[in-house]
């Protein structure tokens, strides 16, 4: 049994095409496999997902040398819009590209209103992976 991508892919869909203003999202991995995406034309979902894990790794490092502990988001502003990459879990990351014109407390109210479908639907997996004592890192 594999992570379902065509769910994941569903909810990032809907995450997407319901929240203004936002242009993409992925679900990666946080060694930069891409397990879902909804990405504008022309993004190449690999490249997402290593650029993401790339960023998540350096925060990570960031946040140890300066003793701030485990990172939970990572915010990058631009002048085309909004990249922000937020934990789900040890096993995923959700990247959400936004344009600029993104309210800021809007989005993080919807970003983790889907981290908790998404939680929801990795946790019944990762359970049942449990149960049959199998690596998850085998059905990624």
């Known amino acids: 049994m594999a992570i379902n991508p065509y769910k994941l892919g569903g909810i990032l869909k809907a995450f997407v095409s319901n929240t203004p203003d936002v242009e993409g999202a992925a679900m990666i991995t946080p060694d930069g496999l891409p397990l879902a995406a909804s990405l504008p034309v022309g993004m190449n979902d690999e490249r997402v997902s290593a650029i993401s894990a790339a960023m998540l790794s350096l925060a990570e490092r960031i946040g140890k040398e300066l003793i701030r502990g485990e990172i939970e ?66 059905f990624i």
Request: contains cysteine; positive net charge.
């Open 73 to 138: 988001r990572i915010s990058v502003e631009s002048k085309q819009g909004l990249s922000i990459l937020t934990r789900c879990g040890q096993e995923a990351v959700l990247l959400v590209l936004a344009s600029q014109a993104a309210k800021p407390g809007l989005l993080r109210l919807e970003i983790q209103r889907t981290i908790t479908k998404i939680n929801l639907f990795l946790s019944y997996f990762f359970v049942i992976m449990s149960v049959i004592n199998l690596p998850i890192k085998c």
